[in-house]
């Protein structure tokens, strides 16, 4: 049980770090004036998309096997 809350924290943390690492490049950005370089509802709609397919492909083996 330790090891798998160690993972999850791990994985937190990391994901906190990615987070910030973004939010100083687009403030980077802003203080530059140059347009913003990351386009979030392109970046929501791949992860849709690619969700989706992630689904539609566990349902598909569920239903075979």
Same mark, same amino acid.
């Given at each position: /049980?330790? #090891?798998?809350?160690?993972?999850?924290?791990?994985?937190c943390? #990391?994901?906190a770090? /990615? $987070?910030? =690492?973004?939010?100083?490049? *687009?403030?980077?950005? *802003? =203080?530059?004036d140059?347009?913003? =370089?990351i %386009?979030?509802n392109?970046? %929501? $709609?791949?992860i849709?998309?690619?969700?989706?397919?992630? $689904?539609?492909?566990g /349902?598909?083996? *569920?239903?075979? /096997?």
């Amino acid at each position: /049980v330790a #090891f798998y809350t160690m993972l999850f924290l791990l994985l937190c943390l #990391f994901i906190a770090i /990615v $987070g910030k =690492a973004i939010r100083v490049y *687009e403030l980077t950005r *802003e =203080a530059q004036d140059k347009p913003d =370089a990351i %386009n979030w509802n392109t970046v %929501n $709609g791949v992860i849709f998309v690619l969700f989706l397919i992630a $689904g539609l492909c566990g /349902v598909y083996f *569920e239903y075979t /096997v």
